[in-house]
């Protein structure tokens, strides 16, 4: 049979044609949008986070640093809190109770809550010789902390002890441990206990 030239030329699909077709309108004001949006919001964003989001720096402290060339971190103020539970917890105790008999409290402890000097001379030499706490004699020791802690870390961690667990005695100053320190700076021992501290509080 015979077929037209027409039939065949119905057969074929349609050649396919190559449109420059742009993106649906809608689309492109959306990127638009999102684009004007997040260029106002970089500009408009003022910095309110919290330092503790980024590196702890503030504004004040980054500029100061950069102004003074030496990137160190400004002095911050040390949570006494902190040293306590890094260096003293273990024996001493979370509620500052020690632990009858071997740990003496801290709580209510006439040490505490005396003489700041005596107490700083106790954090920076230590103790080992009988100590009476509350009625109660110890003989253990009392690690010495002039090679452990800094003197605003001591002083701070004795500011603690003496506003914790119901104390309410005065805070310790950075620059009295640091004159302790340095009055004390020939003693390589530890403090006889009683005898020795009460002849300090004496002074
Ligand atoms: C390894 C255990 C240990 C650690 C750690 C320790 N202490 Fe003591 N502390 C003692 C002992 C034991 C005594 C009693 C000493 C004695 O019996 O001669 C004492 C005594 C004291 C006293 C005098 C007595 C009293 O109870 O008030 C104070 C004040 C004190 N410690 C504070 C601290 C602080 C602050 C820290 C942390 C910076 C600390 N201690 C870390 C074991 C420790």
Known sequence: MKRSSNDAHKREKLDPNEDSKPLPWFITMTIGALFMWSATYIKETVMTAPPEAGDSRTMQTAELNCASGTGNLAKVAIDGGAVY?????????????????????????????????????????????????????????????????????????????????????????EKLVASIRESTKGRATFYDGDDELLKLEAN
């Open 85 to 173: 539970q890094a260096k003293c917890l273990a024996c001493h105790q979370a509620n500052g109770q020690g632990i009858p008999g071997v740990f003496p409290p801290l709580a209510a402890s006439e040490w505490v809550t005396g003489t700041p000097e005596v107490l700083a001379n106790i954090l920076l030499h230590g103790i080992d010789g009988k100590i009476t706490v509350k009625g109660t004699e110890y003989n253990g020791q009392m690690p010495a902390f002039k090679d452990l802690l800094k003197d605003d870390e001591i002083a701070a961690v004795l500011t603690h002890i003496r506003a914790e667990w119901g104390n309410t005695s005065p805070p310790v100053d």
